[in-house]
């Protein structure tokens, strides 16, 4: 009865998070079944110390990055870029659109995909109906890149970030492992959209050197000083197998802390700006799954592919299909729970990293498979972009399947 109880309670959860009946946040629904998970039995007190200390760099790291980014974003560093890239097109709207495709990427995956979704998406929608263009190609480029460049690093992607922590990968193992999948990704998707959006691209359009660029002032200046000093941080921090929080902490306490003694921020409104139920969310659905486990897995005798090839095949495919379904971060945690009575190997490596190619690329295929998808769509049609689910159901039916086979065929070689 109690495994069947458990079961029920993830199921339920897994629905609420698609279904979202009333407009629900995922947050909530995560927090409901994480209650309902220690009301049957499922998880104890332990687990939840156990998991806030399993998440707590992962959630430090997170909060650090938020703080930062926000505050980069209203010191104009990012909009800096953003025009500097209209600037470098001279005019070319082929061109245009490839330096938008590269600055998503770069931002993707050296801040995370959801700088690239909250911040450079209204960005890039500005600059481009202040020069008159149809936003429409651009704005994809936007939600694609930030899911198809989120390979690369452990902090490109919340779900990278889970498997890194959980499986304790190295830094540099995990950069090394997918940097060649993430530029396939990259290459491919670029390559689909050019052709996808050809006649909506121009050959020319004007007024790319009529646009002030943003004001460098010190404020800007100690901006970008302190995220290039952060993203040294990471990489350094990364080297010697050490917290990532650190730097993110540091980076970003240390510039909210020079902005609130100079009165450039309010704390209020820096507070208001963290996407708090995110926090709820990690933990609820980390306590769901631990229940699962419980119940379970940890019963059973699972047989898994004993080659990395199959096993790349299984876990890709799966956590696609899966993050259409529930979400990709639910699909990435129940893919840990397995990942954890897989024993070790390179059958085991080759899951690990299929489920981040599945769970970072699959989701694309559908405007709820991601949170950062939604976020997007609901960025977009604020603006009174008109983009239909029907319309984006078409452009990710042709992207998503070739961009998830070219990483696959890129990472099988990694893994060789």
Not at 33 to 54: E, K, N, P, T, Y
Not at 132 to 146: I, R, S
Not at 233 to 242: P, V, Y
Not at 308 to 313: H, T
Request: proline letters at 4%; one cysteine or more.
């Amino acid at each position: 009865m109690f495994g069947w109880l458990t079961l029920a309670v993830v199921a339920a959860t897994l629905l609420l998070i698609l279904v979202r009946p009333r407009g629900i946040s995922e947050a909530w629904v995560a927090a409901g079944g994480a209650l309902l998970m220690l009301v049957v039995g499922g998880v104890g007190l332990r687990d939840v110390r156990d998991i806030l200390a399993q998440t707590g760099n992962v959630l430090l790291f997170l909060l650090g990055m938020m703080v930062l980014t926000d505050l980069v974003e209203r010191a104009g560093v990012f909009a800096w870029l953003a025009e500097a890239a209209a600037r470098l097109a001279r005019g070319s709207g082929l061109l245009l659109f490839c330096n938008v495709f590269l600055l998503g990427a770069v931002v993707t995956a050296l801040l995370s995909l959801d700088v690239t979704i909250i911040t450079l998406t209204p960005i890039v929608f500005a600059l481009t109906s202040r020069r008159k263009l149809d936003p429409l190609p651009y704005m994809f480029a936007c939600t694609f890149v930030a899911n198809t460049a989120s390979l690369i690093l452990p902090v490109s992607n919340l779900t990278n970030l889970l498997v890194y922590s959980q499986l304790h990968l190295g830094f540099f193992a995990f950069a090394g492992r997918m940097w060649l999948p993430n530029l396939a990704a990259v290459v491919v998707n670029l390559g689909v959209f050019l052709l996808l959006f050809r006649r909506s691209l121009p050959r020319r359009f004007g007024g790319a050197t009529d646009v002030a660029m943003p004001e460098r002032d010190w404020w800007f200046r100690t901006a970008a000083l302190v995220l290039g000093a952060t993203l040294l941080g990471l990489l350094a921090l990364g080297l010697i197998d050490r917290p990532l929080a650190w730097a993110a902490m540091l980076g970003g306490g240390g510039l909210l802390a020079i902005g609130l003694a100079s009165g450039r921020v309010r704390a209020r409104r820096v507070v208001r700006e963290v996407s708090w139920p995110l926090f709820v969310f990690v933990v609820g659905m980390f306590l769901v799954v631990r229940g699962f486990e419980h119940a379970w897995l940890s019963r059973l005798d699972l047989t898994l592919p004993t080659t990395p090839g199959a096993a790349l095949v299984l876990s890709a495919l799966g956590n696609a299909v899966g993050s259409n379904v529930v979400n990709n971060v639910p699909m990435t945690l129940l893919s840990l729970a397995v990942l954890n009575h897989s024993g070790s190997g390179p059958s085991r490596e080759a899951l690990a990293y299929g489920t981040l190619l599945g769970a970072n690329i699959g989701p694309t295929l559908t405007t709820y498979g991601s949170l950062a998808t939604m976020l997007w769509l609901t960025i977009v049609r604020k603006r009174g972009l008109a983009i239909s689910t029907g319309l984006y159901l078409r452009i990710a039916a042709v992207t998503m399947p070739l961009v998830l086979a070219a990483a696959m065929g890129a990472l099988w070689l990694t893994l060789r």
